[in-house]
């Protein structure tokens, strides 16, 4: 069973950036690219978790309106990686962040952002 792994959290100022990683670990390339859509969703305290970015197999990408224009989400096939650059961070964004790939979740990295 593929195992996903974030990595990158941590606490920033407001305006600052973080890079978030997510890894299919034990996951060999055509099982990586068989889980089909990837994202990044997130839960701040009290509320539900939400979707913050997805990434197609061949690219496409779709943003929450909150974070369009300052997340990007990417992917590394030969890495079997998803990554999310946060730019602009602003306290709203503070939350646990999850990747999910297929039916696999990661177990959170928490993003702090302070004012």
């Given at each position: ?66 974070v369009k224009g300052r997340?990007?989400i990417s992917k590394d ?39």
């Amino acid at each position: 069973q593929v195992r996903v792994v974030e990595s990158g959290g941590g606490s920033v100022q407001a305006g600052g950036s973080l890079r978030l990683s997510c890894v299919a670990s034990r996951a060999i390339l055509s099982t990586f690219i068989g889980l089909g859509d990837k994202g990044w969703y997130r839960q701040a305290p009290g509320k539900q978790r939400e979707l913050v970015a997805t990434i197609t197999n061949d690219g496409t990408t779709t943003y929450a309106h909150s974070v369009k224009g300052r997340f990007t989400i990417s992917k590394d096939n030969s890495r079997k990686t998803v990554y999310l650059q946060m730019n602009s961070l602003a306290p709203e964004d503070t939350a646990v962040y999850y990747c999910n790939m297929g039916h696999s979740w990661g177990q959170g990295t928490q993003v702090t952002v302070s004012s």
